[in-house]
């Protein structure tokens, strides 16, 4: 499975906002790679923050 996806899972699964360091804790995904992903998926707009520092799959 591709690092994005296991994010976007991860983020799904907790229902909840997540920061980057929650996503890396339940990944198991080193956070550097965490926030990598994470600019990736902001860049494509898959996810979305509503609360600072927190962010969720996009609708």
């Known amino acids: 499975m591709e690092t994005k ?9 907790a229902g909840t906002p997540l920061s980057a360091g929650k996503v890396a804790e339940l990944t198991g995904l080193d956070r ?8 990736e ?3 494509e ?5 509503p609360v600072r520092c ?4 996009a609708k």
Do not use: T, Y
Request: glycine share 4%; charged share 35%.
């Open 5 to 13: 996806d296991q994010v976007l899972e991860a983020m799904r699964n």
């Open 32 to 39: 550097k790679v965490v926030d990598k992903a994470f600019a």
């Open 41 to 43: 998926l902001k860049k």
């Open 45 to 49: 707009g898959a996810i979305v923050s």
């Open 54 to 57: 927190k962010w969720e799959p």
